[in-house]
């Protein structure tokens, strides 16, 4: 019998995915281009369900339901929150754009978005290797769909198709390490397994193994270096509306399947993942940022950024255990700093992509860096909006971007090890050549003659959000003590049970 607590653990999960096969049906009665209904029909549903989430973190309790399958925790349903608040943005910024581009004939783009946030939610909850697995295939199923969207776009279904193949290949070394962990330990519970690994009775050799394969699925995820093939592809040739689904709120998921599995689940053998980690993120850093230089199309030099940046990300996973001694102070500076990373930098990559989408005309994509030129004689408040976003993205203060790079950098300092220092100052170099290629984009807009006399025009709904996301990057730079607190609270309770 499935008690009381179950059912409260995945309350806004089931709220979700009702609302999500509801909508399917309303929309076949919407006509209008813009499918108005079915859009505020998805926008009230995504509010209640962040709200939920916001109700169950700020509470603090954790519960497990389904046979431990499933936990509530504070770290996931921030996650989530955030990942849901992620996807409203990101719906709010890209319908004039699906609009534009016959990419709203029907509903799907909105349903498809709330089936890949439930994929999200489950990976983010999960508890079990199945129920993470199986979140993380409705989530990456749902987004092949939404990069063929536009059906009769070629450079779209070739994007499709490569990230279809390579994303079954990464599924596969997931689904293959874990089977190896539970043929070792004899268990699906991440609890379970960590109980298993901790006792020291199983085979090294084995689990390690496994553990090479998990952790190349994992890089896949969050998309580093060797892993990062789709990433450029991926993020040119699907549209910028679907761009901006894949590269946003996913990033909070792929890092919460990170922390499950490798440190709640595999803390033991971190000794061995982590040297994993740092390597992925040395080769991140440096393969992200300097093919970056060479890119001319916007989109492409954004994908080669991400890898940079979750190189960081990678920096503070690596950084919580030193020498194999878990001390609760490193643990928690090491992993909240990665989690406030993963946090602001989707925040600043859903202002940068709504500027390039508000760009974007029909029969026009705005994608270049040249199309910038002159932005700001054009439109001096979406000018001021990106220019936020690439200086966050580059680490220069006040914005929020310097202040996650900072918090990363200061847990690998902390922990005292030469090595971690040296990797530190690498993260360091390597932002400075990365500086290169986002101040290249604020020239163009500021000093560079426009190419066309056309103003900028956005519906209100879009300028009020843009707006607000911008102003976000800069307040959270000049006031990140709150956000850091909620991260840190989040990731000790989560580590705590």
Known sequence: MIDNISWLAIYPEIVLLTMACVIALVDLGVHSARRTGTYVLTMLTLAVVAALQAMYASSGNTFYGFGNMVVSDAMGNWLKCFATVAMMITLVYGRPY????????????????MFALLGMFIMISGNNFLVIYLGLE??????????????????ATEAAMKYFVLGAMASGFL????????????????????????SGQIKHQVLVFGLVFVVAGLAFKLGVVPFHMWIPDVYQGAPT??????????????????IRLLVDGLLPLAIDWQQMLAVLA?????????????????????????????????????????????DATAVENAYSASMFYVVTYVLTTLAAFGVILLLAREGFESEEISDFAGLNQRSPLYAGVMAVCLFSMAGIPPMVGFYAKLSVLQ?????????????????????????FYYLRVVKVMYFDAPLTATNVSAPVDVRVVLTINGALVLVLGLLPGGLMALCADAVVRALAT
């Open 98 to 113: 699906a609009a534009d581009r016959d990419m709203m004939r029907g509903g799907e783009m909105f349903t498809l978005s």
């Open 138 to 155: 409705l989530l990456t199923l749902s987004s092949y769909a939404l990069v063929a969207l536009r059906r009769d776009n070629a450079t």
């Open 175 to 198: 689904l293959y390490g874990l089977s190896m962990v539970y043929g070792a330990t004899g268990s699906l519970d991440i609890g379970q397994v960590f109980k298993a690994v901790n």
């Open 241 to 258: 509306a679907i761009t901006l689904m894949i590269g946003g709120a996913p990033k909070l998921a792929a890092f919460a399947i990170t």
């Open 282 to 326: 040395i080769g991140s850093l440096l393969v992200g940022n300097l093919a970056a230089i060479a890119q001319t199309n916007l989109k492409r030099m954004l994908a080669y950024s991400t890898i940079s940046q979750m190189g960081f990300v990678l920096l503070g996973l690596m950084s919580g255990v030193v020498n194999g001694n878990v």
């Open 411 to 435: 847990a690998l300092v902390a922990s005292g090890q030469s090595l971690y220092i040296a990797m530190a100052v690498f993260a360091v170099i390597m932002s400075l050549i990365g500086a």
